[in-house]
């Protein structure tokens, strides 16, 4: 066998994520393509895999995906003549306490919103569908039946078989050993049997993704887990189609094979493989059974199946797979590398996610852009802290043990913290602040008044922390708050060419006069929403850019990977050198005044403005935005500074009544003034005309930009969705999010955010209404509303202002 000394694209690792990607690049774009795995295909973790195949995640995309794979998998017999062992089983998921109930009517309404039938089963239904269950402990089950499962193995071989029908070239026995790179490019794969040239790179090594990636020096943190499950011999009375079974109450789950059953689960304390290397001669390799470990499923599945009891286990499978720190894959090209894609991390759900995987993958590859909203998976959610192994391996650990337990709203990790804090950390502990976590960072989400522990009390409906969040509310309506929000991303755009740069890459006009600032968004050539963000002139080459915690490494990677071609302008991240104080409220500027000699009037100091400010002899960049919809300002404060400029305030606002304020809070206000929330109110999958937010883009203007194309195609006609505020009058209901949007009894659409505001005194949701005919203002005006909340309908009045609105703040100014 000869290598070929060249391909336009390279994948590495032959399991069923490479081989999925290699099918759809071949199949879908024609691309040359060449595999290159260094055992046989499917020996890493795919082989022994147990094949039971899901599709309902909480990403309208993600779901998109998995259902994507399992159509693929019903045909792809019928292309390659390789059986997929494809079966529509369907799954039962077992309830056995109420708020596991609930949590299925929210995933049952879910499943509507995107398209699919979930029931919910009563215990004696769940029996005559699976006689050799015990059912006296369930409340009931929710059933999918279109899910089901496969073979892993063989689905894989008829991925490879249909990649070699269109073009590809496979070769098994072959290792990659390093990359030739030019700066941040890879040139050419090297490998044991000689080097590749190419144009692209797909890194789909499975657990060894990490490693592959590091030769090219990109962090891919993932951890591999042990997991077990054992096959058994022949139930009798078990059927062949018996649905796949998930008990998540007992942390096991079920699957039929040739007449047994395939029985594993999800421990909450998981046993980590290497946080070394992983051995390159693990080809078809296992570890030793451990029973010992795996007796906390079998106790608990013997009391679900009582026929596990006797019947003798054929087989026990203890393989490696590759987890992640927060249960999503990682997929898309990685920030420090210019042309290396990945596909790894697949949290025991690969075999589900393969085909849809390697079709959006593929896609990516050869458009340099993700073709939907995959920021849940994208690699770009990830920053440096996930270069610490043993921080990933804590938190992935964490992760994993969380995998059946009951999904409660606003839930927090709790390993690994804290990480980074805040300048303020301490002193708003002291404040008795409850912190969440966000890409590392302590960030106060509430406040617990004297009478309420300082803690989170999870649970299904209406939490410990409502009533303190709700005077936290009202106190910014009425008086001023201070929110620290020093975790912001922060990046400076230098050089003589950032005005240009950024006018190709904002789809608002930001070349406006030293010292204004502007709200905008970041457009894909779709149109769609990559970023949200403000930018603010500092000086004439100098922009400041502020962006959202968590869109750190995203947002910097889509602006450095966007300034044009020869420009002269450069990105730095500048998020540690500021810390961010939000003053809020009526009283924001009489508190400003006090502890400044600079004119803070609405005259000189107008919204949408951004001036260097002094407070406490400390020099601060301060901004006139909001994101509550009252007066205000963003202050950035050298960080070494910002407990002095903070006490500063505090003292200054004492006679204001000044307040620190949490995340949750935030989120109520931003509710009710209509701010959309990158990630769920805007997405890739959603352009700024949908969103309301046309104001924001300068079609206006004759200067091109990202995006701008795709806007004027659809400009003159009717959009197909358009964004929508919703409120709910029954104090009762709770909304989270994909609650099902009803119009006149017909399902139009789901919320993307869902909440309460204590102003208006409402639950509020927003989300897009669609419609093939498109959307009108008579259309969404005429109709009559409902939400579907926990399969439950409840009345709605549908917004397309924002709910609140002091009027002294335009944002549109
Ligand atoms: C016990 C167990 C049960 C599971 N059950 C399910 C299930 O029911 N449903 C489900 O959806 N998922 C399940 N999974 C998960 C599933 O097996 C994985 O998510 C999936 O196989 C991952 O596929 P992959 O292609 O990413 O990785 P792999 O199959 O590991 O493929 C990666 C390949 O890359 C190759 N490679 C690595 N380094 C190099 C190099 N330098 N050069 C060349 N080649 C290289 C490796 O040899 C390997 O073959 C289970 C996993 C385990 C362990």
Known sequence: MTLPSQAAVVVIGGGIIGCSTAYHLARDHKVDVVLLEQGKLTSGSTWHAAGLVGQLRSSASITRVLKYSVDLYKGLEAETGLATGWKMTGCLRLATNADRWTEYKRLATTAKSFGMDMHLLSPAEVKAMWPLMETGDLVGASWLPTDGQASPSDITQSLAKGARMHGAKLYEDVRVTGFEMKGDRITAVKTDQGDIACDKVVNCAGQWARQVGAMAGINVPLQPVKHQYIVTEKIAGLATDAPTLRDPDRRTYFKEEVGGLVMGGYEPNPQAWTTGEVPNDWEFRLFDDDYDHFEQHLIQAIARVPALETVGVKQMINGPESFTPDGNFILGVAPECANMFVGAGFNAFGIASGGGAGWVLAQWVVDGEAPLDLWVVD???????????????????????????????????????????????????????????????????????????????????????????????RHVREHVGIFDQSSFAKYELSGPDAAKALDWICANDVSKPVGRLTYTQLLNTRGGIEADLTVSRLAEEKFYIVTGTGFRTHDASWISDHIGEGLDARLTDVTEDFGTLSLMGPRARDVLSAVTGS???????????????????????????????????????????????FDALMAAGKEHDIRPVGYRALESLRLEKGYRAWGSDITPNDTPLEAGLGWAVKLRKNTDFVGRRALEKVGGASLKKRFAGFTVDDPEIVLLGRETILRDGEPVGYLTSGGHGYTVGKNIGYGYVRSADGVSDDFLASGSYELVVAMQRTPANIHLEPLYDPAMERVKA
């Open 599 to 645: 004119d803070v009037s609405n005259a000189s100091f107008p919204f949408g403005h951004i001036r260097e400010i002094v407070i406490a002899g400390h020099t601060v960049r301060a901004l006139r935005v909001t994101y509550v919809g009252e007066l205000g300002w963003e202050l950035h404060v050298p960080i070494a500074a910002t407990g002095e400029v």
């Open 379 to 473: 690699i770009r959610r990830f920053s440096n802290l996930h270069r610490d192994r043993h921080w990933v391996c804590e938190r992935t650990l964490e992760a994993y043990g969380k995998h059946y337990t009951i999904g409660f709203p606003h839930e927090e990790y709790a390993s690994g913290r804290p990480r980074i804090v805040s300048p303020l950390y301490e002193r708003l502990k002291r404040q008795r602040a409850v912190f969440g976590s966000k890409l590392g960072w302590e960030r106060p989400n509430w406040f617990a008044p004297e009478s309420v522990e300082p803690k989170d009390v999870y649970s299904m409906g209406r939490q410990n922390w409502f009533a303190a969040v709700g005077d936290e509310h």
